[in-house]
């Protein structure tokens, strides 16, 4: 990207990944002696000690009553924990919206699987009405926070209609893009909510690093252990990598004023796409601009990319047809300067 060009398209949420400071001071303490390769998976590698104590730290961050398991990415996060979750009985019950890899791991599972409406409880309580009376098992798969359209899913109702009408089944919520931004600590927005069975969360966005994360029971941990396949036959992340993202979790715990300031840029943000008819004022640190159709979306991301501004068109079949768009996704480190800027760029192209 050009020097002087503000990035609105990073998931950079709270603006570490470009801070030399963190990464000074992190080399000072550990002394960059950590291998940068592991040569081996997970299950076979030499050096375990970095991803024990990793791991050790996101369970007492969530409380202690948990165990954590790392994975490469949130791709192989999902592509090995969903398969491993069904059965020959289990039917996937998934939000429409959910991304890429929950997909992909549904299609992997050999499974049933069924979509309801963007976070419609009536229509997911249709679903697991119907689901009960076959007496079949449901894994309910949501997104905390929604990668294109930035919105927040109802946990809290989903998980009571999970326990009342499926309370066999299990709740896997995906926490990518909240995970280091939202809830006490930046821990997400399903810590605490009784029924959620296996939160997943990224380093690889808001935590400046790399890899993933589950929070989930010993007995679920033992069986991904045994059964994902994503985490058995893949080389594990370098032991410098894992060191250097629990360093940057820990801290992270802690960033509350990164997390205030994002989040009034997002409000600032919500006002200016508002302005610009582009959907509701709801503050979230992920918006669209929806010009519906990619020829639009295209000329729209050349056009403020001549005036400073990278913000990625996003198009069918990424979306779906119709809701092309901009993906505007804030990091702290953004300006309130650049906000105004950016304003003046969207009336001068409507002009």
């Not at 601009?289 to 990424?318: C, D, M, Q, W």
Request: proline share 5%; charged share 20%; aromatic share 6%.
């Amino acid at each position: 990207m050009p020097c002087g060009m503000v990035d609105m398209s990073s998931n950079d949420y709270l603006g570490l990944a470009s801070r030399q400071d963190l990464r000074d001071e992190f080399m000072a303490s550990s002394g960059g002696k950590l291998p940068l390769s592991s040569s081996a998976s997970r299950l076979l590698a030499g050096i375990q000690a970095p991803f024990t104590s990793l791991e050790k730290t996101i369970a007492e961050a969530y409380g202690g009553d948990r165990e954590a398991l790392v994975f490469n990415s949130g791709y192989h996060a999902n592509t090995g924990m969903i398969p491993a979750l069904c059965g020959n009985n289990t039917v996937v019950v998934a939000d429409k919206l959910v991304h890429a890899s929950i997909i992909d791991g549904m299609k992997l599972s050999g499974c049933r699987f069924v979509r309801f409406r963007h976070n419609d409880t009536s229509h997911l309580r249709g679903i697991l009405e119907s689901c009960r009376k076959e007496g079949k098992r449901v894994l309910i798969i949501v997104e905390s926070v929604y990668s294109m359209d930035g919105d927040y899913a109802p946990l809290e109702e989903i998980a009571m209609l999970k326990n009342a009408l499926a309370p066999e089944g299990l709740l896997y919520v995906d926490e990518a893009h909240a995970v280091g931004v939202e809830g006490p600590s930046g821990l997400g927005l399903a810590n605490g909510i009784k029924g959620v069975d296996v939160i997943a969360g990224t380093f690889g966005k808001a935590l400046a690093s790399a890899g993933a994360y589950a929070v989930l029971s010993a007995e679920l941990r033992d069986w991904m252990v045994n059964r994902s396949r994503s985490l058995i036959f893949s080389t594990a992340l370098p032991p410098l990598q894992i060191a250097w993202t629990e360093w940057i979790f820990r801290k992270s715990l802690s960033m509350d004023s990164e997390r205030r300031r994002l989040s009034e840029l997002s409000a600032r943000l919500a006002e200016i796409l508002y302005r610009h008819e582009a959907g509701d004022c709801n503050p979230g640190h992920i918006r669209p601009l929806i010009t519906g159709s990619p020829h639009s979306a295209v000329e729209l991301s050349g056009r403020l990319r001549e005036k400073g501004f990278n913000v990625l068109p996003i198009r069918t079949p990424t979306v779906p047809p119709g809701t092309d768009r901009l993906r505007f996704s804030l990091s702290a480190n953004i300006t309130f300067d650049n906000l105004a800027a950016l304003d003046a760029a969207l009336d001068n192209i409507r002009e």
